[in-house]
Antibody
Framework: QVQLQQSGPGLVKPSQTLSLTCGISGDSVSSNSAAWNWIRQSPSTGLEWLGRTYYRSKWYNDYALSVKSRITINPDTAKNQFSLLLNSVTPEDTAVYYC?????????WGQGTLVTVSS | QSALTQPASVSGSPGQSITISCTGTSSDVGGYNSVSWYQQHPGKVPKVIIYGVSERPSGVSNRFSGSKSGSSASLTISGLQPEDEADYYCCSYTDRGTWLFGGGTKLTVL
């Protein structure tokens, strides 16, 4: 059974960088069939896909246009995890952030991390 | 890229069937057979109930079914049960290589 365990701070100051990590068990970040995503949810915007990383003989990243200039998703094969960096955050980035696997739909999700952007 | 269009709310009585629509464009729903549906109860993590337009993951009730016609997809829930009351989201692959969610539909079981 795949399990995703998120870690990272729940409070970030405006203009700083949001950083979250997602540890994977039961699968590999280097899987040739899965992709590893970050998704967020706020009451005002619903579910918003942010981006993903995946391995298909080499590493690829896809990012949502809305955050493309501010986001980086990195795999860490040594620790079997992947991370989210979102820089220059504003209060509009306040949301519950989820890591998730997509293979047969987005089929496994992390527990969610409420990140509040506030000074 | 704008969210896929879903009705804000639908309702039905126990035992009835309801359908939730999800409208996109030829760049997403209409261009790929990669539409999925998610059920989310309050305070819980979303759960995939349909992927690949009409495939059901193991363990998901056969009361849930999905279909697609042109740039619109649909989720049908038959034999409504009280525990089906939840928020439902559609999601599609897009020609930018991204995933795009719908705005969500609140299902009320009367």
């Amino acid at each position: 059974q795949v399990q995703l365990q998120q870690s990272g701070p729940g409070l970030v100051k405006p203009s700083q960088t949001l950083s979250l990590t997602c540890g994977i068990s039961g699968d590999s970040v280097s899987s040739n069939s899965a992709a590893w995503n970050w998704i967020r949810q706020s009451p005002s915007t619903g579910l918003e896909w942010l981006g993903r990383t995946y391995y298909r003989s080499k590493w690829y990243n896809d990012y949502a246009l809305s955050v493309k200039s501010r986001i980086t998703i990195n795999p860490d094969t040594a620790k079997n995890q992947f991370s989210l960096l979102l820089n220059s955050v504003t209060p509009e980035d306040t949301a519950v952030y989820y890591c998730a696997r997509d293979e047969m739909g987005i089929d496994f999700w992390g527990q969610g991390t409420l990140v509040t952007v506030s000074s | 890229q704008s969210a896929l269009t879903q009705p804000a709310s639908v309702s039905g009585s126990p035992g009835q069937s309801i359908t939730i629509s999800c409208t996109g464009t030829s760049s997403d729903v209409g261009g790929y057979n990669s539409v999925s549906w998610y059920q989310q109860h309050p305070g819980k993590v979303p759960k995939v109930i349909i992927y690949g337009v009409s495939e059901r993951p193991s363990g998901v009730s056969n009361r849930f079914s999905g279909s697609k016609s042109g740039s619109s997809a649909s989720l049908t829930i038959s034999g409504l049960q009280p525990e089906d009351e939840a928020d439902y989201y559609c999601c599609s692959y897009t020609d930018r290589g991204t995933w795009l969610f719908g705005g969500g539909t609140k299902l009320t079981v009367l």
